[in-house]
């Protein structure tokens, strides 16, 4: 009986440290600013937004083309990518995205989620909801147009872009596109992957549903995913492609979860280009 009492001890403590710590499981910011869009270089505005709880946000605005002048949210040339990064770094991590996309011809619009970078707070499943709606907001009010911009989310981002797609649809307002890349189904469900012998679906504070927010958007969807994807399972990239409403098309990638895009080399960017003509951008 007492080592039965001990074993019940420990699950108990080990349960609860799950419970209690889960934002520490999910997002690994970090503060220090490694570059700019000019060390690949790029012409960038820097940018605050506010969140509506107060959180300020710092992102950056890469305008698309060569020769245009500051703040040119108003002008763009293809349409405005708005970029949600993955549960790691910052945005200063990002410059080859931000390089890949400005020769697709778009602009993008980058930001760090709360406690990320220069951004203010701490990270959590509801804050970085208002981040995202926070940027997005921003963008429009400065004059671009909703069904000029492409919501684009990779790995922990493609939950977040989902979900403000999602809110964003019922308010009747709909995005040009919504791209996912690297995308799982939801939070409980990696955590089952991770902590296989956890009862991790009653003790999952987080939910990041991405496969049930996908469900209710109402546009052009991409879904990208690699089969050797060693951190989020094809599956679950395959089963928020399933559920997503047509119109939507699938890019299989190669390589590991956080160089799939680059690894794919000319076969993502023309693949994503299609996409894009699709979407009549």
Not at 31 to 57: N, T
Request: some cysteine.
């Amino acid at each position: 009986m007492q080592v039965l009492a001990v074993i019940a001890a420990v699950a108990a403590l080990v349960l609860g440290g799950v419970y209690a710590l889960q934002e520490r499981l999910v997002f690994f910011p970090s503060r220090d600013m490694a570059a700019d869009p000019s060390a690949v270089g790029l012409e960038f505005e820097a940018f605050m937004a506010r969140a509506a709880d107060g959180e300020s946000l710092h992102g950056w605005f890469v305008p698309a083309g060569e020769g245009q002048e500051r703040a040119p949210e108003r002008s763009p040339e293809r349409g405005v990518v708005l970029f949600h990064h993955g549960n790691a770094g910052n945005i200063s991590h990002r410059l080859e995205t931000l390089a890949l996309l400005h020769g697709l011809g778009l602009s993008v619009c980058i930001f760090d989620y709360r406690g990320y970078g220069k951004s203010s707070g701490r990270p959590t499943e509801r804050g970085v909801y208002r981040d995202s709606r926070a940027v997005w907001d921003r963008l429009v009010d400065r004059g671009v147009e909703p069904g000029r911009v492409i919501v684009w989310g990779r790995s922990l981002g493609s939950s977040i872009a989902a979900r403000l797609v999602r809110d964003l649809a019922g308010e009747g307002v709909s995005p040009a596109a919504l791209v996912l890349e690297s995308a799982f189904a939801s939070i409980p469900d990696m955590g089952r992957e991770a902590y296989p012998f956890l009862p991790v679906r009653l003790i999952a504070r987080m939910k990041m549903r991405t496969v049930d927010y996908v469900r209710a958007v109402q546009c052009p969807v991409l879904v990208a995913h690699s089969s050797h994807d060693e951190i989020v399972p094809y599956a679950q990239g395959r089963q928020v492609f399933e559920a997503a409403p047509e119109p939507k098309r699938f890019l299989e990638l190669r390589g590991g979860h956080n160089d799939g895009f680059l690894a794919t080399g000319q076969d993502y960017v023309d693949g994503v280009d299609a996409f894009l003509k699709d979407a009549g951008l």
